[in-house]
C-alpha cells in the first residue's frame, strides 16, 4: 500500500443548495498533489483561510515524505522521533486501522514501496524478501512520548496523513465558526453544515457529505516500469509484489483520517473482510474490480 491519491480520479464537489454568501477558496499544492479549502462565510473566511494554509504547512513538516527535512523523513533516517499532539493522534488512528483491517493498513511498507520503485515494479525475489521481512507495526513501538522503529524499518503515512490534516483543519474552522466548508487535502471532509455532493470520475455514484469525509484509493493511478508492472498499492503477501484486489475502493466515514486509511486497506481486502471491518469504522463503501464490476456495501449490509 502506499501512496494513490490522483484526484484525476476523484473530483467534483458543489453545494447542494443555493446560499446567499459567496464561497471563498483557496487553492495550493501540499503532499505532492493540488489542494483545496472551500468555505462559505463572507469576507471573514479569508484570515480563517490563512490560518488553515499554516497547519496544511505544519503538517506537511511532520508527515511529508515529499519534504527530506520532515519528522518522517527524519524518523526514517534515524530510528526514532519524539512524539508530539499530532504524532501522537496520527499513531492513535494507525493502531485502530491496523485492527480493523487485520494488519492490512500497515505504514511499515515504506522499504517495500522504495524497492519496488528503484526496480521498476519488479523486484529481485531475495532483495523482496529481505525487505519483506521489515514489515510489521506491531514491531514499532510508540509509548512514553517516544516513537522507536525497529531496525530497518521506515514509515510512510501517505495513506493517512491527508486525512488527518483534513480532519484537524475542519474542526480548527468549526472553532472559528465556519461549519459550511469542503476541505480536499486528497481526501474530502465536509464541515457540520450545509450539504455537499461529492462525485467519482467516470462513475455514476453521488455522495452526499455533511459532517463526514470521502477518501479514495485507486492503485492503478500511479504505476511502476515501463510496462506498469506494480501500482503503488500493491499486495505484499506473496513472493512478490502482486495486483491490489480492487481497481478503486472509496470509503464515506466521519473522520476523514479514517476513510482514508481504510481506502488504503480495502483496495487489497475481500468484500467479506471490507464488511467485517466497517462495523464501527465507517459507512459506506465502493468497490469496482478490474473488469469495471461495481459493489456497494453499507455498514448494515450483512455479511
Known amino acids: 500500500m502506499k501512496r494513490r491519491r490522483f484526484l484525476a480520479i476523484a473530483a467534483a464537489a458543489s453545494l447542494a443548495r443555493p446560499a446567499a454568501a459567496a464561497p471563498v477558496r483557496w487553492d495550493g499544492l501540499a503532499f505532492g498533489s493540488d489542494v483545496s479549502v472551500t468555505i462559505r462565510g463572507g469576507r471573514a473566511a479569508d484570515a480563517a483561510l490563512r490560518a488553515v494554509v499554516g497547519d496544511i504547512r505544519r503538517i506537511e513538516r511532520k508527515f511529508s515524505l515529499f519534504d527530506p527535512d520532515s519528522d518522517i523523513s527524519r524518523l526514517n533516517r534515524t530510528g526514532a522521533i519524539s512524539m508530539d499532539a499530532d504524532w501522537r ?57 517516544r516513537l522507536q522503529l525497529d531496525r530497518g524499518q521506515a514509515l510512510t503515512l501517505n495513506g493517512i496523513a491527508q486525512g488527518f490534516a483534513s480532519d484537524l483543519i475542519a474542526e480548527r474552522l468549526h472553532l472559528a465558526g465556519f461549519d459550511e466548508v469542503l476541505v480536499d487535502l486528497g481526501e474530502f471532509r465536509a464541515g457540520r453544515a450545509g450539504q455537499w455532493r461529492v462525485g467519482i470520475d467516470g462513475l455514476p455514484d453521488r455522495i452526499s457529505l455533511r459532517n463526514s469525509a470521502l477518501a479514495i484509493s485507486a492503485p492503478g493511478a500511479m504505476r ?71 459493489l456497494r456495501l453499507d455498514a448494515a449490509t450483512p455479511a
Open 89 to 145: 493522534g496520527i499513531v492513535r488512528h494507525v493502531d485502530m486501522l491496523h485492527r480493523a483491517t487485520d494488519g492490512i493498513f500497515d505504514p511499515t511498507v515504506q522499504p517495500l514501496w522504495r524497492l519496488i520503485a528503484r526496480a521498476g515494479g519488479t523486484p529481485d525475489q531475495a532483495a523482496w524478501r529481505e525487505a519483506k521481512a521489515l514489515l510489521g507495526w506491531n514491531r514499532v513501538r510508540h509509548d512514553g512520548g
Open 224 to 294: 511502476f516500469g515501463a510496462d506498469g508492472a506494480a501500482g503503488h498499492i500493491f499486495d505484499a503477501t506473496g513472493p512478490a509484489p502482486r495486483p491490489a484486489r480492487w481497481s478503486l475502493a472509496a470509503v464515506h466515514a466521519a473522520s476523514a483520517a479514517v476513510a482514508d486509511g481504510l481506502s488504503t486497506g480495502f483496495a487489497l481486502m475481500e468484500a467479506d473482510a471490507i464488511r467485517r471491518a466497517m462495523v464501527g469504522t465507517c459507512r459506506q463503501v465502493l468497490l469496482v474490480s478490474a473488469e469495471g464490476e461495481r
